[in-house]
């Protein structure tokens, strides 16, 4: 359900506000892949894969910590898998590592919600700017 959302949102975030750089389009093009990813009740450390080539996209001089953020949640992915003691569990510090990736991947998408949704909102009311979140 959140995939699809983002998805409804990332095309309508194309529509009313189109992409003016290709950093823009990875940006709206990430939403939807990283609740996929985020959200799906399978992470396979394989999915990282899909989001580095937007990440990187979306890394420019004036937006650089979201795809930062994106490329660091996919390292941290790198340090727990493949792993020699991957079938007998994972221990604490590994845990801790995802735990830590997954909530990177997570607020990576909030911040993309939230920039889709104040573009939709704009367009659609009047031109106030939107606010600043953070991971810009």
């Not at 004036?62 to 340090?79: H, Q």
Request: proline share 8%.
């Amino acid at each position: 359900l959140v995939t699809a959302a983002s998805a409804v949102l990332a095309a309508a975030w194309v529509r009313r506000a189109p992409p003016q750089t290709p950093a823009d389009l990875a940006r709206a093009a990430l939403l939807p892949l990283l609740a996929f990813v985020a959200f799906s009740p399978v992470f396979s450390p394989q999915y990282t894969i899909w989001l580095v080539g937007l990440a990187t996209l979306v890394i420019s001089p004036s937006s650089w910590k979201l795809g930062l953020a994106v490329l660091a949640a996919a390292a941290l992915t790198r340090l727990v898998y493949p792993s020699p003691g991957y079938r007998e569990g994972l221990g604490l510090e590994r845990t801790l590592i995802l735990a830590g990736r997954n909530l990177l991947l997570v607020a990576c998408w909030a911040r993309l919600a939230a920039e889709g949704w104040w573009a939709v909102r704009r367009r659609t009311t009047d031109d106030s700017p939107a606010p600043n979140l953070g991971l810009s």
